[in-house]
């Protein structure tokens, strides 16, 4: 995984006139890539497709999401579907599942599988800006965005 990029606003370290636009540039182009399509791709079912049409509207409004994002958003659907399911399986048939023939018990496998999509739809979730510290980042940055440059500063820049 590459280094994350920090914004503009967060930046501590000085930075040339040229590098600050050049910054600012990129941050713009974020917005510039086609928007995200609302319909959901046709492999998405049950469970998928109800969390991409529940969240899908919310990040189109509120990120810079665009169509590039569309498989990752998808995969966070798929995973989201995939807990559902390990849930309802460990439910009926608890964490451990007795053998009827021998009487061995064994773990049930949907709890591993479970755990897994956790760890995807965790990483994905904070890749797509949906997790809370994501969105306290975005909102931190929005807010020092819109906060006055120091004048001091900017005469030194």
Same mark, same amino acid.
């Given at each position: 995984m590459g280094q994350k990029i920090k914004q503009l606003s967060t930046l501590k370290k000085h930075l040339t006139n040229e590098e600050r636009d050049q910054r600012k540039?990129?941050?713009?182009a974020l917005f510039d890539y086609p928007s995200l399509d609302l319909t959901p791709?046709?492999?998405?079912?049950?469970?998928?497709l109800t969390e991409w049409q529940r969240v899908s509207p919310y990040l189109k409004a509120?990120?810079?999401?665009?169509?590039l994002d569309r498989a990752l958003l998808a995969s966070y659907c798929r995973a989201y579907a995939t807990i559902q399911t390990c849930e309802n399986d460990?439910?009926?048939?608890g964490l451990v599942q007795t @053998?009827?023939?021998?009487?061995?018990r064994k773990p049930?496998?949907?709890? %591993?599988?479970? $755990?897994?999509?956790m760890k995807d739809l965790k990483s994905l979730a904070n890749d797509l800006g949906m997790s809370l510290s994501s969105r306290a980042r975005m909102?931190? @940055?929005?807010?020092k965005d819109d906060t006055p440059e120091d004048?001091?500063? %900017?005469?030194? $820049?």
């Open positions: 540039d990129a941050e713009t791709p046709d492999w998405l079912h049950d469970r998928a509120n990120t810079p999401i665009s169509e460990i439910r009926k048939n @053998n009827q023939e021998t009487g061995a049930n496998p949907y709890v %591993a599988l479970q $755990s897994q999509a909102e931190l @940055n929005k807010q004048s001091f500063e %900017a005469m030194l $820049s």
